[in-house]
């Protein structure tokens, strides 16, 4: 199994992120950090220890990493996630293991991925860049062990500046959900992004899962009914298991938030599982024949309300995918999904 540590914001889809982490058997689970993002960090760490409550796995380590970006103040997205950043379930446990203090969410992620042999761990990131970003600058020699850096954040839509995609439905230049130029993961703290993407030893091992290749992977009502009724070990007609249960509220109340702000009816996209899926399964996911790019994240701009709701002008946390010539050394932008079969 991959040894993984995971970065997260916990959030709908980061609970969904959290499970295939846990019980996939070819990931081995090195612990988790928090980050502000979906909800105030305090939020985002509680719903993290009760996902983990919930699927048997409160050994798992949770460390609190950043409240907010390093320049700017948090922001949260209620009205995707609800205040709590994990609004919609009746069946949510209450903590039964505590977030770790013996030291900072930093060390505990320096600690147990230099701990794993060279070129084998990844780092799985499915919120603001915040942590990873300290992460880094703090134990910059961390870049050279690690086997990969797998990122849940950005829109290329047309940003990609010479090879447009044009398949991805609803797809066009401006193809953000927080802004209509920018994802929410890379919006609420660019600058932590712009650092980690230019950092080329770096781009060599990241490996980006933006919103054209999410917005391709939703749980539709196909996809619910089966989460709660299973294949074979649940029948319709037998009641489902807590734990379905709790799944399928997290997507329902998700697929209705999507079905409000964006009008997308089929399914919401469940975009952080993918992230883990490129560690331990690349093969599902397509990055268009080993292509390579350099991104430019777009900082200038404040977050000022203008901009806060889906509609304004500012191009603050665009990023803009440069494809590389043949053999030079980048960021893998996965673009197309294969048949991916996690649920
Ligand atoms: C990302 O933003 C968050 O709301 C989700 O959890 C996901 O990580 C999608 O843009
Ligand atoms: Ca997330």
Not at 188 to 201: G, K, M, Y
């Given at each position: ?11 709908h ?5 959290i499970?295939?982490a ?17 909800a105030?960090?305090?939020h985002?760490?509680g719903?993290?220890?009760s ?22 103040e ?12 994990l ?20 060390e ?7 701990a ?14 915040t ?12 870049v ?12 290329i ?40 993407f ?9 490996t980006l ?5 999410t ?6 009502k ?21 734990v379905?249960?709790?799944?399928v ?5 998700f ?27 690349p093969a ?5 024949s ?7 994240v ?6 000022g ?23 030079e ?14 649920w």
């Amino acid at each position: 199994p991959v040894p993984v540590w995971l970065d997260v914001d916990t959030g709908h889809d980061d609970a969904f992120a959290i499970l295939l982490a846990c019980h996939s058997p070819n990931v081995r689970l090195l612990g988790i950090s928090s980050v502000f993002g979906n909800a105030p960090l305090s939020h985002t760490t509680g719903n993290t220890l009760s996902i983990l409550s919930a699927i048997g796995r409160a050994d798992v380590p949770v460390y609190a990493g950043a409240t907010k970006p390093v320049c700017r103040e948090a922001a949260a997205a209620p009205d995707i996630h609800g205040e709590t950043g994990l609004d919609g379930t009746t069946c949510l446990p209450a903590p039964s293991s505590s977030v770790k203090t013996d030291v900072t969410a930093i060390e505990a992620t320096y600690r147990a991925l230099i701990a794993q042999p060279a070129d084998t761990a990844w780092l799985i990131c499915t919120g603001a860049l915040t942590n990873a970003a300290l992460l880094f600058s703090v134990y910059p020699s961390l870049v050279t062990h690690l086997k990969g850096f797998s990122v849940m954040g950005g829109a290329i839509g047309g940003g990609f500046t010479d090879a447009p995609l044009g398949t991805v439905k609803g797809q066009g230049e401006r193809f953000g959900n927080w802004t209509p130029w920018a994802e929410f993961n890379i919006y609420i703290d660019p600058e932590s992004a712009q650092a980690l993407f230019r950092n080329s030893v770096l781009a060599a091992k990241t490996t980006l899962v933006p919103l054209d290749l999410t917005h391709q992977f939703l749980a539709t009502k196909e996809v619910q009914s089966n989460l709660l009724y299973g294949s074979g070990k649940v029948q319709n007609g037998q009641s489902p298991s807590l734990v379905r249960k709790l799944f399928v509220e997290i997507l329902t109340f998700f697929a209705k938030t999507y079905a409000d702000v964006f009008g997308l009816v089929e399914g919401p996209p469940l975009h952080d599982p993918l992230a883990v899926v490129a560690a331990f399964a690349p093969a599902l996911l397509d990055d268009r024949s080993g292509e390579r790019f350099a991104i430019h994240v777009i900082t200038d701009g404040d977050h000022g309300e203008e901009d806060h709701v889906r509609s304004g002008q500012s191009q603050c946390g665009r990023t803009i995918a440069t494809k590389l010539t043949t053999g030079e050394a980048g960021i893998r932008i996965l673009r197309g999904l294969q048949e991916c079969k996690i649920w």
